[in-house]
């Protein structure tokens, strides 16, 4: 098993009183892809947010192992402390029309990243960008556009680009792909594998659809109401469910093929 | 009686945008059986929403229908084609809501926050049939009841916040079906909810089918849901039909390349640590941009592919 | 290769022009869809041409603003001719003096054109002299007679020229709208976005006197406070005064505006994302969210100006705003307060149809910005 990326322990954020987030604990190997599934309201974007200190954690211990091998702590980091460190960690947002600054050209999206990070000079961004940009195969003439000329699944790809410009070791995925039409989520998911391969990028895969879940994942958290109910590989949670909660979500994905009917556990008699 | 419900022929949409002229639809020709499920499906811009507002004539400026014909026979005697109505004509108002109802993506954009649940599905048994206050409110609790809401007395007179997503989508179902439409329209219904949730409002959606025989048009992108729901399957693209068939045939042994780039798309329990196939190593984008005619098959299927393919189609199947 | 991105409509796209548009900046997008804006386009034309003839009031005037013609009291507009009594044609379009009658029954002046007089009208010609900008002389008027007098919009109770009073008028009033907006928006802008940034105590504090000043019934406030400007202070400062006095009220419904728009933005993802890249405060703020509500602003602050110059008028108006010598359109409104103008002297109320088209102008104008201005509005998905 390659060395472990993230660790957290025992985080919680709470809402106004109410525990988004309770007592979460997990571990993340290097170029490893963690799934995190759950409903809407289970707490999973909240968690994810918490790493990367998007939004602070109430309680709880984050700690990072950076590029150079040390740990470090990221949850009692002040703002501008981890600033330096946003170089490793990036995320992909869900929805890719909201996401990309609507005012920039995709060459100032991709390029900003470098700029805020003091890496290299005009000249050498603009070999980076091209390079990134080739590697989400977009063309060259996208850098003059800006963002409401592209499709969805072309935005995902620059947004993608954009995270992955500073080479960062740990990439959230936060719904990534929910948003896209199933032929360009393909095409993005593809997309996501290949440059895991490439760069060795380790993923926090957020989603709520199981069969994505289950094509991109190694290891996977189960959450409901805030708690992680259950966990493990892929394969063992899909075939040998421990948890009723995992048995009824499994049970209602509707397969595509019309011999395999829906049917679906209930949730009452199982007590959720 | 006709065994269809519903026959589409031709029908074409433009909508006159700022800067030219979309063509939301090309020559959309299917049939909706009575008493079955037929399921559009398609990605975003194929024009299966289309469609469904082109049946409750809602195609709004800058959009009109430019032709074609969508002849509805609700019963034996009556039979009229629903694109040549004119925009007053009192047969509209007995369409929307009466023999055709729709349940949207969004149930809490369906249904007004004012008003008691109970009041509003009683207000739909009002605005079609003459019967007093009292009865439609006892028909709303029968009507309530049926898709699965506990404790109607109670929750009657509750509001539509008081509900979670799903059981709201189940409320809009009732005011939907409260005044048996002949033809329910469900446009993505459950593409808001989670997918627990999904599963039993398409339990719900099925079962009610089963016992009220009615036809259901379901639009969805989901070609899981499909499989789960349609006995007939209408495969959409740019606005244009592709392929259709039973189910089984569309999803199984599907005979156009784009249907069958969707199939290969979807991540399955099988595809594990394999590339997913796209749409475009599936299929030439010229195949999908010319637009052929549908042809029926010895099967019973249509498709639209070009002359070449159908031949070696028609070689294969003997 | 396997992985080729398909537009996922290419249709569309093609139909939509999409090459043609895929190079254009938001704000190109922004001007486009303005310029279908066939009113707000109007409205933009002739602010335009309002604010020039403001800013050259003194060259495009025939006269100045106390210059009087004794022989003119009250006498109603010109009519420009091109054909003399006898039909010919002059190329130089002239004027009739006026014949003047006094009326035995009402002992009121009626003017009649006196087709004896015909006074040629000489373009870029030296008149009166006047001070540029207050600053050199000069005598070059746009239009003038050589002979006689003319006076397109006739003249007021002292006999002077209404088409030079309602020029200079448009300068201060419609400069009091600018330069109130201005300061509305330098106060707004400033505590607003302090709030919006600040939030807990500060945004609470702000927004509680925020409350308290919308609160307050203007009218009455305006009134007292131009009253208490003293008496002594020049023209000018009572010009400044008045506008800060205008402004006063302006700046926390544009505060209110900003912060709400300030919080609103900090949760849109790209601000977020622009977060999580590293960037700064000052950068997510002035690079992200600044570029996102200037938009908004210029719409807000367009919105306000007829709010500005409505209010100078009402003041000046009511005789406790600007006072004469100042040429202002609430000044020369106050001299049509009474019914007699309606009937005896109409042309005396030129300058409120003035204020009024200003003010629609200003308000179509806001409207097309504010359609203009939405990046997001490209045009609805279908499905």
Redesign the interface.
Known sequence: MADPLLEVTGLYKSFDGAAAVDNVSFTVSESETLGIVGESGSGKTTLARCV?R?IDPDQGIVRFRTSDGEWTELHDKTD?E???L??QM??V?Q?P???????M?VQEILE??LI??GIGDRSSRRVEVLDILAKV??DQDSL???P??F????RQ?I?IA?ALI?RPKLVVCDESVSAL?V??QA?II??LEDLQEEFGLTYLFVAHDLSVVHHICDRILVMHQGRVVEQGTVQEVFENPQEDYTRLLLSAIPSPDPDEPLNPLDRKSLGL | MVDNLLEIRDLAVE?G????????LREVSFDVPRGKVTAIV?????????TANCIMRLIQSPGRITGGQIHFSPNDVTAYDIAALPDKDPRLLDLRGGSVSMVFQEPMTALSPVYTVGNQVAEAILCHRKVSKEEALEEAADMLRLVGIDDVGRRIHQYPFEFSGGMRQRVVIAMALVCHPQLLICDEPTTALDVTIQAEILTLIRDLQKDLNNSVLFITHDLGVVAQMADQVVVMY??RVLEVGSVRQVLKTPVHPYTRGLLAAIPGLATKGE?LA????VVG?AD??TPHPLVTLADGRQVSLPSDQLAALELANG | M????????????A????DT??????RQ?AWI?FK?HRLAMVSAGFLIAMYLIATFCEFISPYNTDTRNVKAINAPPMSIHFFDREGTFHLRPFVYGYHMEVNPDTWMREYSENTEEMYPIYFFETGESYEMWSLFKAKTHLFTTREGYIHVFGTDQLGRDMFTRVFYGARISMSIGVVGVMLTLFFGVLIGGIAGYMGGIVDRGVQRIIEVLLSLPTLPFWMALSAALPVEWSSLMVYFGITIILSLFGWPGLARQVRGKFLALRE???V?????????RL?VIF??MM??FTSHIITTATLAVPGMILGETALSFLGIGLRPPVVSWGVLMQQAQNYQVIVMTPWLMIPGLFVVLTVIAFNLLGDGLRDAAD??N??G???
Do not use: C, W
Request: charge should be neutral; charged fraction near 20%.
């Open positions: 990367l998007a501008d981890l600033i330096p946003r170089q990036q995320m947002f929805d029309f909201s996401s990309l600054n609507p005012r050209t900003e990243p805020i990070h195969q977009l003059t556009r800006y409401h000329a499709s969805g699944g072309q790809r947004g954009r500073l039409d032929s360009v095409q593809n997309l | 909508f945008t700022d800067i030219g002229t979309t063509y939301a398609g990605e975003s811009g194929s024009g299966k929403s289309v740019q606005g590339r796209t749409i475009a190593s984008d999908l941009i | 396997s992985d080729v991105t398909i537009n996922p409509a290419p249709a569309i796209a139909d939509l022009g999409t548009l895929q190079e254009i900046s938001p997008l869809r279908r849109e993802d790209f977020m994302a622009a977060r999580l890249l590293g960037a700064g950068r690079k992200h570029p996102s990046p997001y490209t045009g998905n279908r499905d």
